[in-house]
């Protein structure tokens, strides 16, 4: 049994992100939302793209106005109106002012603008009440961004702020990594899916569910296989197809020690090299992690079946390696937050032990409260809505209600 952090290395190392070239998929500005950008993006366009007003006012020359005050305004000559969207066709001279507004190209010869508020008109000429800063309210061109230099980097997702900068780049079709396979099966003899009525002994089918929502949350396409029997050939060859056909292959069930855990067995038949066989966890303690390096860089997954083992595993595990191999840059490591814990928590210390529980906001303070009920890797009842795994690390064994804990957040608080 292998410590999480070790399992967490090896993984993360047999992972290989996505090929920037190959990869990848064009797609519209609108469509790209959670998208990763496959390529650094660099403009030709400076921000701003001219020196531009930030209110609506007088552009003037600072010099004209520099000692203007209430009792001895500067009087300036209004020689032109503009409005955003159109360009300039005079100089402003000295004793000269333009009327501006928001967002409209500053005029040659002037190079500041007085706010509205501080100034009154006398029809046309505007008297200036208080004297500025110099270059005061002018947006200068280029001072957000430089033409040429890179705009945004590859292997970021793409969100509101991301996809804004992209339209403002006339970027409206982007190359983004396309989304990785994920291969999904749930195996046992017992199974069914939610629409068969039971037969005594039977079980529904919940892991392919729920694993199948997960991959899609985290930006992968999953590829849908069904429930396989414990049967060693068709087992096999479901096996082999998923391998051929995911860049990450997740089964459920089937890697303890019973008679019918058959995975391991056959992903060492079909030439794989097992780099993990169980972990120093609890709940999903039995995890094969294996790839084929004769054949792919498909990465297989086989997570405990127990329902709740299912998901912690994937949690902890998978997705981090959905995230890197997706060709995010950075930040695909499992996060972990300290917060207060209303409850008391409890672990035996022998394998670190994730509790599973709800964040709530507490006068503006996360608190981790455990989830009420059974707290069984087979009861997946009272996971439905927590958002939080507490973590306590071998040889931890109580965190008294009141005392810090990390968690690991599963959905959004
Ligand atoms: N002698 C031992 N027995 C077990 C050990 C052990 O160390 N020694 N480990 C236990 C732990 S911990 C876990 S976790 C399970 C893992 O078992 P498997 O991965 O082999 O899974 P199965 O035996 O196939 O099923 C376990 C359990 O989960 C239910 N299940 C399976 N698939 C699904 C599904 N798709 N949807 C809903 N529920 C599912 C299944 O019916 C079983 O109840 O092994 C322990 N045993
Ligand atoms: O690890 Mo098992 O997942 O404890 O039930
Ligand atoms: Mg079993």
Redesign the pocket.
Known sequence: MLPVSDVEAIILNLVQPLNAEHDIEIVDLLAASDRILANPITSQLDFPHWDNSAMDGYAVRYVDVKQANAEQPAILEIVEEIPAGYQSKTTIQPGQAARIFTGAVIPAGADTVVMQERTSREENRVLIQVAPQPQEFVRRKASYYQAGNQLLPAGIKLKAPEIAVLAAAQCPQIKVYRRPEVAIF???D??VTPNTPLQPGQ??????YALATLVKESGAEPLLLG?VK?NPDVLQETIAYAIANADIVLS???????E??YVDKILEDLGAKIHIR?VAM?????LTVANFPQQNSAIYF??????V??LVTFWRFVQPAIKKLAGLAEGWEAKFIKVRSRDELRANGKRETYIWGKLNLVAGVYEFYKAGGNHN??N?INLAQTNALAVLPVGQTLIAAGEEVQVLLIAAV
């Not at 079980?203 to 392919?208: A, C, G, K, P, R």
């Not at 459920?252 to 019973?258: I, M």
């Not at 609890?282 to 039995?286: A, F, L, Q, S, V």
């Open positions: 749930s195996t046992g017992e199974l079980i529904v089918d919940s892991n392919n429930i414990d459920s069930g089937g890697v303890s020690v019973g019918y855990d169980a609890t709940p999903g303690k039995p086989g997570l405990p079946g127990n329902p083992s299912a890797s087979g997946l």
